[in-house]
């Protein structure tokens, strides 16, 4: 069965600190590793990995693939309140001419001041 | 571009009423793909459709079923609504060949008395 395993579930930081959280993966026909941010609405996307080894940046966030390994990392440095989240890891893979989406089940991120 | 939307934001049934939700994707996506999010569960896969056909399905009851008109806007539609079917609903909008992101709209939250 497919499934995406994220840790850690929780996570509680001071603002400065730098975080990494970490998803791994095991499906069929995987086509990429997707990142969001979810606060109390819908998740926002963050980024999309297809290749092993090139990292994606945005501000004080970065993430990496390892297909070889089956595994992501989304890191934040110099964490803000504002990065208080539940950060979302899901695998695209295609099967029956079909794309879909599996979620893990999230690391909630708290940052305290 | 406008996001993805989606209507009703907000919905109150009770048990055995039937349900509506509309999502109208990004401008030129083409595939439409529906979830359910529970703090349970997660988030979890009903369907996807593209150019009007359901290309894949969840693991969800026949009482869950869609639909995607020709302007890719797509409605989903629930049965004798039960309890256990109280969550956020969000729709995510991608052109449908797997090699871009999916985007999420603000989610209908549904709640059963």
């Known amino acids: 069965e497919d499934k995406v395993v994220q840790s850690p579930l929780s996570l509680v930081v001071h603002e400065g600190d730098t975080v990494t959280l970490n998803c791994s993966y095991e499906v069929t026909n995987f086509r990429s590793l997707l990142w969001y941010k979810q606060e109390k609405k819908a998740p926002t996307f963050l980024f999309m990995l297809t290749s092993s080894g090139i990292e994606k940046k945005s501000g004080r966030l970065s993430s990496i693939l390892d297909k070889k390994e089956l595994f992501s990392i989304l890191n934040i440095t110099a964490t803000q309140t504002g990065d208080s989240a539940v950060y979302l890891c899901?695998?695209?893979?295609?099967?029956?001419?079909?794309?879909?989406?599996?979620f893990g089940k999230g690391t909630k991120l708290s940052v305290i001041p | 571009k406008a996001g993805v939307t989606q209507t009703p934001r907000y919905l109150i049934k009770t048990r055995g009423q039937q349900v509506t939700l509309s999502c109208s994707p990004i401008s030129g996506h083409r595939s439409v793909s529906w979830y359910q999010q529970t703090p349970g569960q997660g988030l979890q896969f009903l369907f996807e459709?593209?150019?009007?056909?359901?290309?894949n399905k969840g693991n969800f009851p026949g009482r869950f079923s869609g639909r995607q008109f020709s302007n890719s806007r797509s409605e989903m539609n629930v049965s004798t609504l039960e309890l256990g079917d109280s969550a956020l609903y969000l729709c995510?909008?991608?052109?449908?060949?797997?090699?871009?992101?999916?985007?999420f709209g603000p989610g209908t939250r549904l709640t059963v008395l």
């Open positions: 995510a909008s991608s052109t449908g060949t797997g090699g871009d992101g999916w985007f």
């Open positions: 459709y593209f150019s009007e056909t359901q290309r």
């Open positions: 899901a695998v695209s893979y295609s099967g029956a001419g079909s794309y879909q989406l599996t």
